[in-house]
């Protein structure tokens, strides 16, 4: 069947399940930067220890994910890229009960054949018992392959600019040479971001960091700059992935605050590429 926008948004994209262990929680954890000064590190050692553990608020990114639905719906899988996600957190993952992802296409919008398409759709994460709501996420995709196939549905809201002036806060996170190694064992085992000729069929010199690697750091960065002693969560964090990083690189995480409201965009300054953009999170 030739794709076009309608039959990408009437895909019917597989529920999922999933039980998430201490174990997953932990490997998430240390994957985004919690517990990087080790066991001496107090104020996030609640999040990789499994005695009283705390999940990460960004976990929810990794649970119950549909898998590569959109080459199953026919896109261009190898140039497709994440373009930007927003989670909403309702409380946090528990440990060992049943969950399930239910999700549905939101929108398709054409930016012509050599601009690509983005593409949007909406996961709702659940327990399975009781439906109780764990999460809610929206994801947006660029399929930089498949432009000229119309549009459909209705897209989110664009997210907002960060403000014109000096940032409050700055973070800055040293992403370490095997981040990407790292955290492809939470699940994402797209070749793009470990084998070289994968990368360079994508339009990259070498591999590119996940995306919700780098959201996970920036979730983590601006707990740790607002509320040192990590005792504050995140009901919300949504951003643009605006360029690629790289493993080993730093992202400097620029921030504005009004009150629990959190603006923020990331920065490899060695490079001069602001590679989040349009950031939001709310602490809980």
Known sequence: MMLSAQSILDFPVPQATHVVTARDAILYALSVGYGTDGPDDNKTLKYVYERDLVTAPTLANIVAHPGPWMKDAGVDWARLVHSEHRLTIHRPVPLDVPLISRSRVLSVVDRGVEKGVFVSFERLI????????????????????????GS??????????????????????????????????????????????????????????????????????IVAAIDPSMASGLSAIAARFSAPIFPGETITVQMWRNDAEIRFRGLVASRGATILDNGIARLS
């Open 126 to 149: 659940a327990t399975a018992d009781s439906d109780e709501p764990i999460a809610t996420i929206v994801q947006t995709n660029a399929c930089r392959g498949d432009g000229g196939c």
């Open 152 to 221: 459909a549905g209705s897209a989110p809201e664009p997210l907002p600019k960060v403000p014109d002036r000096e940032p409050d806060l700055e973070f800055n996170i040293d992403i370490p040479d095997n981040a990407a190694l790292l955290y492809r064992l939470n699940g994402d085992l797209n070749p793009l971001h470990v084998d070289p000729q994968a990368a360079g069929r994508s339009g990259f010199d070498r591999p590119i960091l996940h995306g919700l690697c780098s959201f996970g750091y920036a979730g983590y960065a």
